[in-house]
């Protein structure tokens, strides 16, 4: 109940709060969550109101995944990279940029 309350508030209060007619009280369902509060902590075996939900949300997520692998026999490996450097300049000496 207490989690209903803290995700979905506007709902709670538009189904269960019982101030709706006096909105100056500023209650936002505080009245009838404090209520079931007081009674669960007095009675354990009181069950919580039935609730007709009108609409269900349902997530899906779809995932799917790509296994690429490729086998190099030369080197007996699943992946293998082979590093090449198409810059001939690559033995120069690098220097970092100047501001002035």
């Known amino acids: 109940?207490?989690?209903w309350y803290i995700v979905d508030l506007d709902s709670f209060v538009e189904r269960l709060c019982e101030n709706k007619?006096?909105?100056t009280l500023n209650c936002d369902g505080k009245c009838y969550?404090?209520?079931?509060i007081a009674e669960g902590s007095s009675d354990k075996d009181a069950s919580l109101p039935l609730i007709n939900w009108e609409e269900q949300i349902y997530y899906l997520?779809?995932?799917s995944f790509a296994i690429l692998t490729t086998?190099?026999?030369?080197?007996n490996c699943f992946f293998f990279y082979q590093y090449t450097i198409t810059d001939s300049n690559i033995d120069g000496i690098f220097h970092p940029p100047r501001f002035s």
């Open 71 to 75: 086998v190099d026999q030369e080197h």
């Open 61 to 63: 997520e779809e995932i």
């Open 21 to 23: 007619d006096k909105p």
């Open 33 to 36: 969550l404090s209520k079931m």
């Open 1 to 3: 109940m207490y989690s």
